[in-house]
T-cell receptor
Framework: AQSVTQLGSHVSVSEGALVLLRCNYS??????LFWYVQYPNQGLQLLLKYTSAATLVKGINGFEAEFKKSETSFHLTKPSAHMSDAAEYFC????????????FGRGTSLIVHP | DADVTQTPRNRITKTGKRIMLECSQTKGHDRMYWYRQDPGLGLRLIYYSFDVKDINKGEISDGYSVSRQAQAKFSLSLESAIPNQTALYFCATSERTANQPQHFGDGTRLSIL
């Protein structure tokens, strides 16, 4: 069965520091990969997606993620954290072929300190 | 107006009551999903539907039922609510192709006393 692992249920950074949120997946075939963000009292919103074009994907709000097949990873980064980036972040994977139902990671809460 | 609308946004009810959560969408998507979110557990799929005549169980369907009344409407029912069904519930939609993301409503916070 496909799985998605997000390392760290909470990540704490200072404002202006690098943000790195980790996502690893288990799949023998490169899947479709997504990062979503959830702000308080809201649903999930798409940050970015990887669909086998460029391995470095740029998303909204200055976030980007790099697909590394050899490491089965799709880590999310942002060079400089803002207070407004504080939210829950979810990695999701859709396996190529099949019913295309996504599998979500358990989420990482990003805390940004002034 | 929101593309995916969930009603109610908040609900407090008692054990044993029947509850219906509703979801409607204006995106024209065929696929609709119901998830529950619990702290530390992420999103877990309850039911999903690929079109009006298609209903499928997810990983945690026990205690829940759904109805797809139209392409735009997908409701979730708890026939006899129990306290461990207290959670945040999300409806989502998506297109048929694999490389398209899901679109989520703002959720229903359900508390069962």
């Amino acid at each position: 069965a496909q799985s998605v692992t997000q390392l760290g249920s909470h990540v704490s950074v200072s404002e202006g520091a690098l943000v790195l949120l980790r996502c690893n997946y288990s799949s023998s075939v490169p899947p479709y990969l997504f990062w979503y963000v959830q702000y308080p009292n809201q649903g999930l919103q798409l940050l970015l997606k990887y669909t086998s074009a460029a391995t470095l994907v740029k998303g909204i709000n200055g976030f980007e993620a790099e697909f590394k097949k050899s490491e089965t990873s799709f880590h999310l980064t942002k060079p400089s954290a803002h207070m407004s980036d504080a939210a829950e972040y979810f990695c999701a994977v859709i396996k190529s072929g099949g019913s295309y139902i996504p599998t979500f990671g358990r989420g990482t809460s990003l805390i940004v300190h002034p | 107006d929101a593309d995916v609308t969930q009603t109610p946004r908040n609900r407090i009810t008692k054990t044993g009551k029947r509850i219906m959560l509703e979801c409607s969408q204006t995106k024209g998507h065929d696929r609709m999903y119901w998830y529950r979110q619990d702290p530390g557990l992420g999103l877990r799929l309850i039911y999903y539907s690929f079109d009006v005549k298609d209903i499928n169980k997810g990983e945690i369907s026990d205690g829940y039922s759904v109805s797809r009344q139209a392409q735009a409407k997908f409701s979730l029912s708890l026939e006899s609510a129990i306290p461990n069904q207290t959670a945040l519930y999300f409806c989502a939609t998506s297109e048929r192709t694999a490389n398209q993301p899901q679109h989520f409503g703002d959720g229903t916070r359900l508390s069962i006393l």
